[in-house]
Nanobody, 126 residues
Framework: QVQLVEAGGGEVQAGGSLRLSCVVS????????MAWFRQAPEKEREFVSA????????YYADSVSGRFTISREYTKNTVSLQMDNLKPEDTAVYYC???????????????????WGQGTQVTVSS
């Protein structure tokens, strides 16, 4: 059974940084494309970033491009999201997601991912 466990959330002031991590267990990490999504109160879940299997091509939402960096460490079965210059509007629950689909035509669509973590809260104060 595939499991995703996030860590690294917390509270930080605007302009600060946090690093989220997601450990994948239960299957071969290299077969997954990985992504981060977030959901703020009373808002729909939205795409943040993705990194594809094999090519490690990276994608970012416009709202986080230049501030967030996604990476994966194969030896630790981990995908990370480095978040710098955080803003109050980044406040949300952040979810790690994995897809074992061979070809991922739309990495920003949440229905492309079949495994999800439980989420970790990120709060940015002004």
């Amino acid at each position: 059974q595939v499991q995703l466990v996030e860590a690294g959330g917390g509270e930080v002031q605007a302009g600060g940084s946090l690093r989220l991590s997601c450990v994948v267990s239960g299957d071969t990490f290299t077969q997954f494309s990985m992504a981060w999504f977030r959901q703020a109160p009373e808002k729909e879940r939205e795409f943040v970033s993705a990194i594809l299997r094999l090519t490690n091509t990276k994608y970012y939402a416009d709202s986080v491009s230049g501030r967030f960096t996604i990476s994966r460490e194969y030896t630790k079965n981990t995908v990370s999201l480095q978040m710098d210059n955080l803003k109050p509007e980044d406040t949300a629950v952040y979810y790690c997601a994995a897809s074992d689909t061979y070809f991922l035509p739309r990495p920003s669509d949440d229905y492309m991912y079949n495994f999800w973590g439980q989420g970790t809260q990120v709060t940015v104060s002004s």
